[in-house]
Each structure stands twice: as structure tokens, then as C-alpha cells.
């Protein structure tokens, strides 16, 4: 248990569907990630918050939409997903960004696009 | 840029046996960190040790070892006589002092343990 919990876990849509993830810690961090895992490749940085402001967009579809409204929670909207954009969806945390610390992971959400 | 090289996609060993990982790094900054991730078919990865690039000291922890060489950039991992529990996908990756915030990740080592 590393006290950042991903919901939900599975989540399956067609194309034209809207959904959220959700990402919750109560660690009192001040630094969420979320990250893109794709088979034999390595994890793809999507977005880092800081203090709930973003500092990072690693180039990412506008179909993928992040919000931080506090730091604890972190959300990925989705949107006109492709098939693609199937992956492990990969939520982590760290005590702020300084590149000295470790993250802490959720158990991700697996996506499955048709 | 920085970067993480695991070239090895998937290794198989027999229970008890050895296996190393090996993890090759691209950096230009002087000050930076190393780590290895260990992810179980739970799904979430699991810390499992962090160097800085001051300290090239090997380190042992139970069954796990570590060996870091700045003069060739790699940081391998050697799992001592294996359990079917070690069984997972092994991330190394870099974090750098230049950048702070960006944490990358390599391919990752699947790791299978037979009993």
C-alpha cells in the first residue's frame, strides 16, 4: 500500500465516450504525476502538477485533459480517445518536485479504447 | 536529455539462481539521481533504492545489490538467489538536478522466476 489510490481500476470506452480518472493521496505531498504505460516501452511523462499548478505538458493529445483542483487529488479527463491511447494510466506522487525524491505510485487504471 | 537504456526486455531464470539487470544512462548534468522500481502484477511500482551521482558506493540490501559505475553510466541490479515473489517488471530510471520535477523511466526488465 503505498497510499495513492487510482479509481477505477479498469475502465473500458469507445471512442466517442467522455470519462475520468481519479488519483487521491493523503500523504501531504505537493507534487502528482500522471504517467502513460505502454507494452515494452518506457513510461511516457504526461503531466506534473506542483503545488496544483502544472509545470509540465509533455506534448499530450488535448483529448487527455489534467485537473488538480487541490493537492491531494488529481484528475485525467478523457475525451475522443483512439484506440491507441489504450494503456496502464499510471498516477504518482512525491513530498514536492525536487528531482532527490522518490515517487510514490498508485496501481494505475488499465484503459482500454475500442 | 536524459535517458534510460534497459536493454534487456525479458529474462527467465530458474528459482535460486542469479540474475542481473542491466540499466545504461544518458546524462549532462553533474548532479543526479538514480532509481530502481519494482512493478508486481498488483500494477503499482514500489521503490526500491535511490543513488546520487556522488555516491558510488555499491549497496546491499538482503538478497539485492547494487552496482553503479559512473565511468561507463550504468546503475545494474543483481537479484541473489531468486524467489517466484521477484517475479515483476523492473524500472530503472534518472531524475536530474537540472531538471527537477521530470522523472524518466526506462523500458523495464520483466523478470520470470520458475520454481
Known amino acids: 500500500e503505498t497510499g495513492v489510490t487510482q479509481t477505477p481500476r479498469h475502465l473500458v470506452m469507445g471512442m466517442t465516450n467522455k470519462k475520468s480518472l481519479k488519483c487521491e493521496q493523503h500523504?501531504?505531498?505537493?507534487?502528482m504525476y500522471w504517467y502513460k504505460q505502454s507494452a515494452k516501452k518506457p513510461l511516457e511523462l504526461m503531466f506534473v502538477?506542483?503545488?496544483?499548478?502544472?509545470?509540465e505538458n509533455n506534448s499530450v493529445p488535448s483529448r487527455f485533459s489534467p485537473e488538480c483542483p487541490n493537492s491531494s487529488h488529481l484528475f485525467l479527463h478523457l475525451h475522443t480517445l483512439q484506440p491507441e491511447d489504450s494503456a496502464l494510466y499510471l498516477c504518482?506522487?512525491?513530498?514536492?518536485?525536487?528531482?532527490?525524491?522518490?515517487?510514490?505510485f498508485g496501481s494505475g487504471t488499465q484503459l482500454s479504447v475500442l | 536529455a536524459q535517458k534510460v537504456t534497459q536493454a534487456q526486455t525479458e529474462i527467465s531464470v530458474v528459482e535460486k539462481e542469479d540474475v542481473t539487470l542491466d540499466c545504461v544512462y544518458e546524462?549532462?548534468?553533474?548532479?543526479?539521481?538514480l532509481f530502481w522500481y519494482k512493478q508486481p502484477p498488483s500494477g503499482e511500482l514500489v521503490f526500491l533504492i535511490r543513488?546520487?551521482?556522488?555516491?558510488?558506493q555499491n549497496e546491499i540490501s538482503g538478497r539485492y545489490s547494487w552496482n553503479f559505475q559512473k565511468s561507463t553510466s550504468s546503475f545494474n541490479f543483481t537479484i541473489t538467489a531468486s524467489q517466484v515473489v521477484d517475479s515483476a517488471v523492473y524500472f530503472c530510471?534518472?531524475?536530474?538536478?537540472?531538471?527537477?520535477?521530470?522523472?524518466?523511466f526506462g523500458a523495464g526488465t520483466t523478470v520470470t522466476v520458475r520454481a
Open positions: 504518482a506522487s512525491r513530498p514536492d518536485r525536487a528531482s532527490v525524491e522518490k515517487l510514490f
Open positions: 500523504l501531504g505531498h505537493n507534487a
Open positions: 502538477y506542483s503545488l496544483e499548478e502544472r509545470v
Open positions: 546524462t549532462r548534468d553533474t548532479t543526479y539521481y
Open positions: 543513488r546520487n551521482s556522488f555516491d558510488e
Open positions: 530510471a534518472l531524475s536530474e538536478a537540472k531538471n527537477d520535477y521530470k522523472l524518466s
